[in-house]
């Protein structure tokens, strides 16, 4: 099964006008996806192992891929392995590991359709876990990747948001120690930065999160980055999501879109104004009988060298982003 998939198939006028109707409504640019039930799927239809429910599983993302194309929506971010998930069986894993092997060998004979297509495939995670074959393949492909920039698919590989949250951490404490950034220049937009889920470009939340398999719950899936993000439960197994379901999703997200992106501005403007506080409050440290125009001017001089320096620590969590994928290639 390919990556990259063109149905030739005859849409029904229902379906036709279905997606007029969806269309007339904003699209999410990001979704996320936790792929739940393969194994249920699997045993419920007395398949021979687990392993082809995975199979079936990774169809109906290339389903969901293309269909999520035709909607323009633009980032795809999908669970496909949990740091809890090592703690399943030795066969199991190994199959799981022939699937992540035989799909990366895939992707690499679809570079051609996948720069054509412009898109970028990401693996995110604590990627020093995985075994080391899967580490170099892993990382060919989002190397091979690097530069295709219409769409993005995240996937979320020996992940959990927890570890993800304290590794984002450890990179703050690394720029402080280095010298790059200060203790204050952090808040949650320099943090946010660090996640995994960020890259060169910055930060993109998904707007709308499902989940199926009828379990309500996030399983350490993106913690921080779906606060502000539509969730879409949907009682049915992955292998059996169908456009159907997309369709729902869709429709759901343009029916709660409206009040969480209220939300969403209101924590920005909040984000804003604390800032403004807290920058006021160091500045005001050392200038104790300034004036409002000296107090003025202190501010401005402290954002621009804040913004230098928040500059020089992206650019250096690039380098180790890029640093990161080199050295797995070895
Ligand atoms: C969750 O269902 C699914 C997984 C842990 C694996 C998902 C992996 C794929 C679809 C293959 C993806 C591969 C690539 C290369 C993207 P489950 O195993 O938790 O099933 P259950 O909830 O029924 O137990
Ligand atoms: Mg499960």
Known sequence: MSWIRQSDEKKSSTRILVEKIIKEGKIPSHIAIIMDGNRRFARKNGLSSVQMGHSLGF??????????????????????????????????????????????????????????????????????????DIQKLVSRAMKMTLNNNQATLNVCLSYTSREEIAQAMKKCAQGVQDGIILSSDIDERVLERCLYTADEHGYNPPQLLIRTSGEVRLSDFLLWQSSFSVLSFVRVLWPEFSVWHFYGVLLHFQSCWGEVSKLLEEHKKNIEELDEREILEIVSRDCIKCCDTELNQKVKDYKEDRQIRLNNFFQWLNRRREETIESMLL
């Open 59 to 132: 169809e109906t993302l290339a389903n969901t891929l293309e269909w999520c194309s035709h909607f323009g929506i633009t980032t795809v971010t999908v669970y496909a392995f949990s740091i809890e998930n090592y703690k399943r069986s030795e066969e199991e894993l190994a199959g799981l590991w022939n699937i992540v092997r035989e799909k990366m060998n895939r992707l690499f004979q679809e570079e051609g359709k996948l720069r054509e297509k412009g898109v970028r495939v990401r693996i995110l995670g604590n990627l020093s876990l995985l075994p080391k």
